[in-house]
C-alpha cells in the first residue's frame, strides 16, 4: 500500500504565501512523476504543476511565475511554494504521484486534499 499525505494549508491574505507539502509512504519501489492538482467548488479538478523524478516542471498558465513546484527523491516529498496568491486560486489542492510499488507494479496515487483558502 502506498499513502499520499499532505500538508500546509491553510486560510491567507490575497498576496501571501503558503507552502504545501506531500510525503509519499508505504511499499515504494521508486516514484515517477509528482504533481498538484486543484478543485474550486462547482469546477473540474485542474493540474497546477507537476515534476518528474529528474526535476523537469510543467505549470499551469494561471500559477507561472507564482508558484514553484519542488521535490526531495530521498524523501518521497514534493512540494508547492505559492506565492502572490489570489482569491481564484482558493480550491481544495491534491497530491498526485505515478509510483511503482514493486518493480512489476505502477500506480497513480492521490493524497487526501487540503484547503487552501485565499480570502481578505
Known amino acids: 500500500q502506498v499513502q499520499l499525505v499532505e500538508s500546509g494549508g491553510g486560510l491567507v491574505q490575497p498576496g501571501g504565501s503558503l507552502r504545501l507539502s506531500c510525503a509519499a509512504s508505504?511499499?515504494?519501489?521508486?516514484?515517477?512523476?509528482m504533481g498538484w492538482y486543484r478543485q474550486a467548488p462547482g469546477k473540474q479538478r485542474e493540474l497546477v504543476a507537476d515534476?518528474?523524478?529528474?526535476?523537469?516542471?510543467n505549470y499551469a498558465d494561471s500559477v507561472k511565475g507564482r508558484f514553484t513546484i519542488s521535490r526531495d527523491n530521498a524523501k518521497n516529498t514534493v512540494y508547492l511554494q505559492m506565492n502572490s496568491l489570489k482569491p481564484e486560486d482558493t480550491a481544495v489542492y491534491y497530491c498526485?504521484?505515478?509510483?511503482?510499488?514493486?518493480?512489476?507494479?505502477?500506480?497513480?496515487?492521490w493524497g487526501q486534499g487540503t484547503q487552501v483558502t485565499v480570502s481578505p
Open positions: 498526485n504521484a505515478r509510483i511503482l510499488s514493486t518493480p512489476s507494479t505502477l500506480g497513480t496515487y
Open positions: 515534476i518528474t523524478s529528474g526535476g523537469s516542471t
Open positions: 508505504g511499499s515504494i519501489f521508486s516514484t515517477y512523476a
